[in-house]
């Protein structure tokens, strides 16, 4: 298996901390996604970072790349309440015309109210 | 409204009895894929599909079959489902390979 590894599995903070969770991939990429999974229900994207860059912002949220240690993180500023969810990032490889997809086993947040 | 759609979101089926759980997408995508999610393991690619009538095996793609005739649909189909099939299952599309994807609300299939 490549799957991907996030940690730490499972991260409880309270509202208005910051929540900073990990992933690393096995195999060189094309691109890097994050994706949140609220209980269950359907992936929604979050943000997308190109191999050749090395941070990206978007509103609260914050990535990082670094393809020398294969890792991304991913930060989530003043966290609320509405932010508990399941975190996952997503890698993709173009490999003969066709692009695959590995995710990485997630990391559980809860924000305390 | 933009959106993926499947079909049926929830199933319980016998050992063998062949199924087929469709997707659907309006947003004129190019890239579809099927997803299998089960506990600590994450999410898992079975079958993707780059456009029309080209498909190929993602990391799990045992006793699953695909197709993909039109654009907009992209059914995923046991032939002979096993236990070891009971999960969560999700249709994604995407514009393009390497896109954002957009999720399905997701199939929990049971196999006894």
């Known amino acids: 298996s490549q799957q991907g590894e996030e940690d730490p599995q499972a991260l409880s903070i309270q509202e208005g901390e910051n929540a900073t969770m990990n992933c690393s991939y096995k195999?060189?990429?094309?691109?890097l996604q994050w994706y949140r999974q609220n209980s269950g229900r359907g992936l929604v994207h979050l943000i997308l970072?190109?191999?050749?860059?090395r941070e990206k912002h978007s509103g609260r949220l914050r990535v990082t790349l670094d393809t020398s240690k294969k890792s991304s993180s991913l930060l989530i500023t003043a966290s609320r309440a509405a932010d508990t969810a399941s975190y996952f990032c997503?890698?993709?490889?173009?490999?003969?015309?066709?692009?695959?997809?590995?995710f990485g086993t997630g990391t559980r947040l809860k924000v305390l109210a | 409204e933009a959106q993926v759609t499947q079909n049926p979101r929830y199933l319980i089926t016998v050992t063998g009895k062949k199924l087929t759980v469709t997707c659907s997408q309006n947003?004129?995508?190019?890239?579809m894929s099927w997803y299998r999610q089960d506990p600590g393991l994450g999410l898992r690619q079975i079958y993707y599909?780059?456009?029309?009538?080209?498909?190929d095996k993602g990391d799990v793609p045992e006793g699953y079959k695909v197709s993909r005739k039109e654009k907009r649909n992209f059914p995923l189909i046991l032939e002979s489902p096993s236990p070891n099939q009971t999960s969560l299952y999700f249709c994604?599309?995407?514009?393009?390979?390497?896109?954002?994807?957009?999720f399905g609300p997701g199939t929990r299939l049971t196999v006894t």
């Open positions: 994604a599309s995407s514009l393009g390979g390497g896109n954002e994807q957009y």
């Open positions: 195999t060189s990429i094309n691109n």
């Open positions: 970072i190109r191999s050749n860059e």
């Open positions: 997503a890698t993709d490889a173009l490999s003969s015309g066709t692009y695959k997809y590995i």
């Open positions: 947003m004129n995508h190019e890239y």
């Open positions: 599909s780059m456009n029309v009538e080209v498909t």
